[in-house]
């Protein structure tokens, strides 16, 4: 197939790249770069051994979004691109609201134009909310604790509802818990700027020495150590997920929800202890309070996944940690690092 990805050049997106142009599609990426590095699809095209198409642009650019689509025939679509940042969105909702959904918008409407009905769209668990049970079913009640996460749960309402408008059209939600780690190859990995606000990008700056201590936010959650527990799933099962999701769009109808995780939480002192398995050495740590809107425990249920493409989580926690710490120790400041 010849597939678009939106925000091709990012952390989940390059690794879904490589994946897909190994499956044997033909990938076009439209990325702005402004959260991204243009070495990523370098790194891309030297792992799969063939070329991506690269159209650089912003996708709030209505017109220039249009000679993406002008001869060419998409068979799908995977959209990535917007902002992420929940603590950034807190303080620039305005922004947040603007690039997400008008993004999405524009690109839905350059789709229909040209004849694109398929669509696998790049979810978050965080539309769930603070949740009261796990592991989280696709059909539990969605709510949002932040800007960045409204914008993900109106972006689905958009999708059902353009899905009830137009039958003939194939949307995936793919709603993933906490994507880590890294391509095995060290090549590529996850670039944050600055300090990192996920738990793995920022273990593994203090395990190569960029960061002085690793904040532990919140300690005596009721968990069985007191810290938080997540789904933590290694990205290139998360890019190997939406492989799977975009053969599979042809089974679909209208617009469907599906959870992509290990379907196992571990908490912030398990992911530390793994790390340090790893290292061979302990990290440095200091305790923290909670941080506002953090849930006590979250993980999948991804029998959904299973059950309509096969699609299951292969690599484990250590996996995650052994390659997120390869490729920090190799690029200690990301794509910017010389040499490769």
């Known amino acids: 197939m010849l597939i678009l990805v939106t925000g091709g050049a990012g952390y989940i997106g390059s690794h879904t790249c490589v994946e897909l142009l190994l499956a044997g599609h033909d990938v076009v990426v439209v990325d702005d770069f402004s959260n991204s590095s243009p070495e990523a699809l370098r790194r891309v095209e030297r792992l799969a051994g063939r070329p991506v198409h690269l159209h650089q642009l912003d996708i709030l650019d209505a017109a220039r979004l249009e000679t993406v689509f002008a001869g060419r025939s998409f068979d799908a679509v995977i959209h990535f691109a917007g902002l992420k940042a929940v603590g950034e969105s807190v303080a620039q909702p305005l922004r947040y609201f603007r690039t997400n959904l008008g993004t999405t918008l524009n690109l839905l409407e350059a789709m229909a134009r040209h004849g694109v009905q398929r669509l696998v769209f790049s979810s978050s668990s965080t539309v769930y909310g603070n949740p009261t049970r796990v592991p989280l079913t696709e ?54 700027r600055g300090i990192p606000n996920n738990l793995m990008p920022f273990i593994t700056k203090v395990a190569v020495g960029r960061l002085e201590a690793l904040s532990v936010f919140g ?56 790390m340090e398995r790893v290292l061979g050495r302990p990290l440095p740590t200091r305790n923290a309070p909670r941080r506002a809107g953090d849930a006590t425990a979250s993980w999948a249920d991804p029998s959904l996944a299973r059950q309509l493409w096969g699609w299951t989580a292969t690599h484990t926690l250590d996996d995650m940690c052994r390659d997120a710490l390869r490729w920090q120790t190799a690029h200690p400041d990301g794509y910017d690092t010389r040499p490769a």
């Not at 059909?139 to 960045?148: Q, R």
């Not at 009721?222 to 053969?247: E, F, K, L």
């Not at 196992?264 to 530390?272: A, D, F, K, L, N």
Request: aromatic letters at 6%; charged letters at 20%.
């Open 139 to 192: 059909d539990m009640p969605l709510s949002a604790v932040n800007p960045y996460g409204r914008t993900k749960l109106m972006i689905e309402d958009i999708l059902r509802d353009f899905c009830a408008a137009n039958a003939d059209w194939q949307v995936a939600l793919l709603r993933y818990f906490n994507p880590v780690g890294a391509h095995a190859s060290g090549l590529m990995g996850e670039d944050p």
């Open 219 to 274: 300690t005596d959650y009721p968990t069985p150590d007191g810290t938080a527990i997540r789904d933590y799933i290694h990205v290139v099962d998360v890019a190997r997920g939406h492989v799977a999701a975009v053969q599979g769009l042809a089974s679909l109808r209208g617009a469907r929800a599906v959870n992509l995780g290990t379907g196992r939480g571990h908490s912030v002192r398990e992911v530390i202890s793994a």
